[in-house]
């Protein structure tokens, strides 16, 4: 094997916060492993997913491209065509690691729709059908057909992951594995085993403050219990997170047991943030309405190991997202891309390899879900929600936890008019016209249908349900707001 092939193993967490982890400080959450990992490469603390939600931003680590260019904006919901593929004429990262010789497979959660067939380079596949988010005696789908496993779900992806990597470090190809778990996405009470559970029957939950609700909070996207019982709730979000630390300790003993840990580029990540009481919100950016963009929303845990190659034991602050992961992949593999110039990311090798100082400090990142959108400097973020608002800026500097929106405020209309202008011209410059999300009614209920121009059959969002005539009535009541302000203003 190449020493510029390695292999990849990328583990994708879903719904961890980025405060969900014990070394970026978290004393009360277990996660022995991952602090392992991160000891023995960089653990970034400012990395942002492309969308708060999980198939945009899982769509946007395929293809390295934003939602307004992919055209996955929500969700994925049960739709009329159980076999479309959402990504069809994007291409995705695995696709060019299969033609240049690696072997794709995937162990766990797809979330883009069509579970059953193999795509986008990957010639093993083992996905997760999903039923509600249980975790106990899952529905998988192996050799293309529905299989009713019996075992607890994280687990289950474990050893199918483990079973490829033995297979294939035999082998000379190299080899790319998506380990996808679903932990630590809801259901949380009565769903992990009582092992991991009862690790935390002393815990006080500092981290996670139960604090006053949010008025913009949902409980369409949250478990109806969270508030009434948030204690047993805390206790399952914590006990899947460390179920899923030990499996990829797991992982870990496998490679170096195999002696290819040298040869393996590991990446940790979540899809997206996540609250759990803090702000007052159960949920990520679709755990409000109008969807947030708030830090424990947007910022996930990120982690990249490979010794000998990636200096251990750093952390860095680095603005980056998930948009950058696709160049910076193929860079670090030594395969091109040819629709580079029209991605919106780039690599972060140089940081990687210790070789990049301070130059992507300054470096902004830009972040939408639907008609919302974020643009997030070292300092500060704005936040503008399309066609009325409402509209947001804060200074983290001043205000980490996002409490004191100075949108209004006299001495930062400067900031709002430079950051906005910045904002617009990123979206013209990337957005698909067609796909645009700006333009569409995206409201955190899920995705049915391709979006776009020319598409028969279900619409693509909810247009037509209770909660959206409710959205939209206070997207009115907005508006009548934004408009009489405006008028006294004047």
Not at 173 to 184: I, K, N
Not at 380 to 391: A, L, M, Q, S, T
Not at 398 to 420: A, F, G, I, M, W
């Amino acid at each position: 094997m190449s020493a510029k092939q390695p292999n990849i193993v990328f583990i994708l967490t879903d719904d961890q916060g980025p405060w969900a982890l014990g070394c970026a400080g978290n004393p009360e959450i277990r996660t022995p492993n991952l602090d392992r990992l991160a000891g023995q490469g960089v653990r970034f603390e400012n990395f942002f997913c492309s969308s708060p939600v999980c198939a945009p931003a899982r769509a946007t680590i395929l293809t390295g491209k934003m939602p307004s260019q992919h055209g996955v904006h929500d969700f994925i919901r049960e739709n009329d065509n159980p076999r479309l593929q959402y990504l069809d004429g994007h291409t995705a990262y695995t696709e060019l690691l299969a033609e240049a010789g690696y072997v794709c497979g995937l162990s766990g959660k797809w979330g883009l729709c069509n579970d059953t067939e193999a795509q986008k380079g990957f010639s093993h596949w083992y996905t997760y059908i999903y039923d509600g988010g249980h975790y106990f005696d899952p529905t998988m789908v192996r050799d293309g057909r529905p299989v009713k496993e019996q075992g607890y779900l994280t687990d289950l992806i474990t050893e199918d992951a483990m079973a490829f990597i033995d297979r294939q470090a035999r082998e000379e190809r190299p080899f790319y594995l998506s380990v996808h778990y679903t932990a630590p996405h809801h259901l949380w009470i009565g769903e992990h085993p009582q092992e991991y559970v009862g690790l935390y029957d002393d815990c006080p939950f500092d981290s996670c403050p139960q604090e006053p609700e949010h008025p913009w909070s949902l409980e369409l996207t949250s478990p109806a219990d969270v508030r009434t019982n948030p204690r047993d709730n805390l206790k399952g979000y914590f006990a899947a997170v460390t179920a899923m630390d030990h499996n990829v300790g797991l992982i870990l003993d496998q490679l170096e047991r195999l002696a290819i840990r040298e040869q393996t580029l590991i990446v940790f990540m979540s899809d997206n943030g996540f609250s759990c009481g803090q702000g007052g919100i159960w949920g990520k950016g679709n755990g409000t309405y109008p969807q947030n963009m708030y830090d424990n929303s947007v910022k996930i845990p990120a982690i990249f190991s490979h010794p000998g190659r990636i200096p251990q034991g750093r952390v860095h602050g680095a603005l980056l997202s998930q948009y950058d992961v696709m160049p910076t992949l193929l860079d670090y593999v030594g395969i091109g891309h040819p629709q580079a110039d029209a991605l919106p990311g780039g690599s972060f090798l140089s940081i990687l390899e210790g070789q990049g100082g301070d130059e992507r400090r300054e470096v902004v990142v830009y972040d939408e879900y639907g008609p919302v959108r974020m643009i997030r400097t070292e300092r500060y973020k704005y936040i503008h929600r399309y066609p009325y608002g409402p509209f947001e800026l804060y200074d983290l500097e001043r205000d980490p936890r996002e409490r004191t929106n100075l949108y209004d405020d006299p001495d930062y209309q400067e900031r709002v008019q430079e950051l906005r202008s910045r904002l617009d011209r990123w979206f013209l410059q990337y957005a698909d016209p067609a796909l645009d999300g700006a333009r569409l009614p995206v409201t955190g209920t899920g995705q049915s249908n391709l979006a776009g121009p020319g598409v028969t059959g279900k619409p693509a969002f909810n247009q037509n349900g209770r909660l959206f005539k409710e959205r939209q009535n206070q997207e009115r009541l907005i508006s009548a707001a934004r408009q009489t302000t405006e008028e006294s203003d004047e």
